[in-house]
């Protein structure tokens, strides 16, 4: 192979868990990468520190079940494929059932530590607010939910879209000490024991139904964040603010984040609370929680005042309160190939929440997979795409064409999409177990879900053995 330095470097703009993780993968490679991070020498309206990867809305990465859950499917691939956000992710866990969640400055840390230590990476701050130039030959944009407005329109201008936006929305975090276990409680649901946890992870608050539809109603008449600048924006649909739900009908939060089933209140053990609050450990040190869910485009002063009448919370201070900030996607199945390129220019990669997929996780596997793509092409080197039958290979023929668009006249339906078993190819799965008896319902759910994370792995690993050295 030709000495790392005489290899032309590839070019990434954006440092966070897809830019992060796709120039992990092309030096390991021995190829140059030149990372390109605007902050802090421009903010955004969300990032609170310099930091490489830092996460901003939540700190889950979901769940860790590769048997029977999608996500956690595929952080059991990004393992297989040494993925450097999944090694730095498991270093810093903190107790979340059956979630992988993290110390998310620990973590923040951890990623930035590694990459800075890499000799062929090298760390460029400003903010590139342009097309790439041209003898940037290979480029991966991985500019993330928080692209800046003048290198979104750059972008827009390329892809002959009308639009990139959308609004995205941040959870509270709170000071556990000053949470009242008069009230509150801790346990997991079901108990569920997950990554680093006892079944008890979890803190909840009750809220009895008069104290629920209250809630509700003052979720509704809070004052909240108006658009501006943005107007007209829709919201993703996986991420709504709290009071946005709330605005879809009275039981709709019981059904979501408020949802009271799997917990007993030990408290008043006999009696079933209405609706239930978690909050989920935001640190190692276990002295943030966040509000699960709890999304918000309420105004400061009206999250205090109306989060405080929760049940356990009327004490609580605030570490950070939510807020409102707006998101980029292309629409991608129109305006990418299978391997993250733009159609309209190929020397362009794009990876990580703009192509489309949303949650830490998918990012972070889209710069894996536009990060190997590049260095194969930088090394004329052929990659085959990952097997569909994958979790990144079924991401990735979602989010570069297995959209079906809308026959109208109005904005394309295309929007993002969390990794799930819906965009896997079917499989047929047992019917039956070993007594011969059909299966139903659950059973019969779990049953498919084995059977897809079974064909996943062993295709994943075919895939390694024959195309990785």
């Known amino acids: 192979m030709v000495r790392a330095m005489s290899i032309k470097p590839i070019n990434i703009i954006g440092g966070g868990l897809a830019g992060s993780e796709a120039a992990w993968q092309i ?133 002959g879209e009308k639009q990139l936006s959308f609004f995205d929305a941040i959870a509270p975090i709170i000071h556990k000490e000053t949470i009242d276990f008069n009230f509150a409680w801790y346990q997991s649901r079901y108990d569920k024991v997950g990554p680093g946890g006892t079944g008890a992870d979890y803190i909840n608050c009750p809220l009895d139904r008069d104290q629920y539809f209250a809630f509700v109603d003052a979720l509704i008449k809070g004052e909240k964040t108006e658009f501006k600048n943005f ?21 709709t939060l019981r059904h979501g984040p408020m949802k009271p089933v799997g917990l007993t209140n030990p408290h008043n053990p006999t009696v079933k609370p209405y609706g239930i609050v978690q909050l989920r450990q935001d640190n190692a040190l276990g ?10 485009k309420l105004k400061y002063a009206e999250q205090v005042r109306i989060f405080r009448t929760i049940r356990g919370l009327a004490q609580a201070e605030f570490a ?6 707006r998101n980029t996607y292309l629409n991608s199945p129109r305006v990418l190939d299978g391997r993250l390129r733009l159609k309209a220019e190929p020397r362009l990669r794009f990876a990580g929440q703009i192509t489309g997929c949303e949650g830490y996780v998918e990012s972070a596997a889209m710069g894996l997979a536009a990060g190997r793509f590049a260095a194969a092409d930088r090394l004329e080197e052929t990659l085959p795409m990952f097997p569909p039958t994958t979790s990144l290979g079924a991401l990735i023929n979602h989010i570069t064409g297995g959209h079906i668009e809308t026959i109208d006249a109005g904005p394309p339906s295309f929007q993002p999409m969390n990794i799930n078993f819906g965009l896997f190819p079917p499989i047929a799965a047992p019917t039956k177990d070993e007594t011969g008896k059909r299966l139903r319902g659950t059973e019969k759910s779990i049953v498919r879900k084995h059977a897809l994370t079974a064909r996943a792995a062993i295709d994943l690993d075919q895939w390694i053995r024959a195309f990785c050295d």
């Open 287 to 296: 002295t943030l929680y966040n509000m699960v869910g709890f999304q918000t």
């Open 320 to 325: 950070r309160l939510g807020g409102l900030h």
């Open 231 to 251: 107007e007209g924006v829709p919201y993703f649909d996986g991420c709504l603010p709290i009071e946005v739900m709330a605005e879809r009908g009275l039981e």
């Open 27 to 159: 030096t390991r490679k021995k190829i140059p990468v030149i990372l390109h991070e605007m902050r802090p020498l421009r903010k955004t309206d969300a990032h609170q520190t310099d930091s490489l990867a830092e996460l901003v809305c939540s700190n889950s990465f979901r769940s860790d079940d590769a048997k029977a859950n999608a996500v956690g499917l595929l952080h059991a691939e990004m393992r297989k494929l040494n993925s450097l956000i999944m090694a730095c992710a498991d270093k810093n866990q903190v107790p979340a059932g059956g979630a992988l969640a993290v110390d998310r400055d620990g973590f923040a840390h951890a990623v930035t530590e590694a990459i800075h230590k890499e000799p062929l990476i090298t760390i460029e701050r400003g903010e590139v607010d342009a097309v790439p130039p041209k003898e940037w030959d290979k480029v991966i944009i991985a500019t993330g939910p928080l692209t800046s407005p003048a290198l979104a329109e750059a972008i827009l201008s390329l892809t």
